[in-house]
T-cell receptor, first 112, second 117 residues
């Protein structure tokens, strides 16, 4: 049973524009959410996280929004750069350092 | 977050042999580590939680006798794929949770590409 869902397998965006990645979850016990960037044959690299007590967290070009009532979060990347081309994973955990559950990932391609 | 080292990065083995993958937390004493598996173009699937000094906790559907986990110290967890078969070929990644500010940080190793021939 997939508790974290990323329904868009791919996203193509022009350089300089905004990339919006979406993630939905079903487990109401999740209280901590993270976004990771991953290249093939490498481990995921942490981008940004958000606790369930917040609805927004910003770090440079990356902003994560959390809508608890809808069990939905999104990652905004602005402006998008060619180096942002990668697979982005949404992940969630319950109770602090609990095990992470991952979504299926979204392949982002930023075109010049 | 923690600094994590995973070895080997790539291994090819024959069917029926065993392969050991190491995950080291270089600057953080990790009582818990996580092991994931990723099939091509798919998500990271949690296999098990490695617990220092006690038995690992396996996720449903993961064979504990096939995937042996040992967490002998606060800096080292190992995953041994026993009697490997071609269907065990996959990308294996470890993760170390630690504190980052007021939230948890999960640092991942660089992964191990296992090919069983």
């Amino acid at each position: 049973d997939q508790q974290v869902k990323q329904n868009s397998p791919s996203l193509s965006v022009q350089e300089g524009r905004i990339s919006i990645l979406n993630c939905d979850y079903t487990n109401s016990m999740f209280d901590y959410f993270l976004w990771y960037k991953k290249y093939p044959a490498e481990g995921p690299t942490f981008l940004i996280s958000i606790s369930s007590i917040k609805d927004k967290n910003e770090d440079g070009r990356f902003t994560v929004f959390l809508n608890k009532s809808a069990k939905h979060l999104s990652l905004h990347i602005v402006p998008s750069q060619p180096g942002d081309s990668a697979v982005y994973f949404c992940a969630a955990s319950a109770q602090g350092w609990g095990k992470l559950q991952f979504g299926a990932g979204t392949q982002v391609v930023v075109t010049p | 977050g923690a600094v994590v080292s995973q070895h080997p990065s790539r291994v090819i083995c024959k069917s029926g042999t065993s392969v050991k993958i190491e995950c080291r937390s270089l600057d953080f004493q990790a009582t818990t580590m996580f092991w994931y598996r990723q099939f091509p173009k798919q998500s990271l699937m949690l296999m098990a939680t490695s617990n220092e000094g006690s038995k690992a906790t396996y996720e449903q559907g993961v064979e504990k006798d096939k995937f042996l986990i040992n967490h002998a110290s606060l800096t080292l967890s190992t995953l041994t794929v026993t009697s490997a078969h071609p269907e065990d070929s996959s990308f294996y990644i470890c993760s170390v949770p630690s504190l980052l500010g007021q939230g948890a940080s999960y640092t991942f190793g660089s992964g191990t590409r296992l090919t069983v021939v």
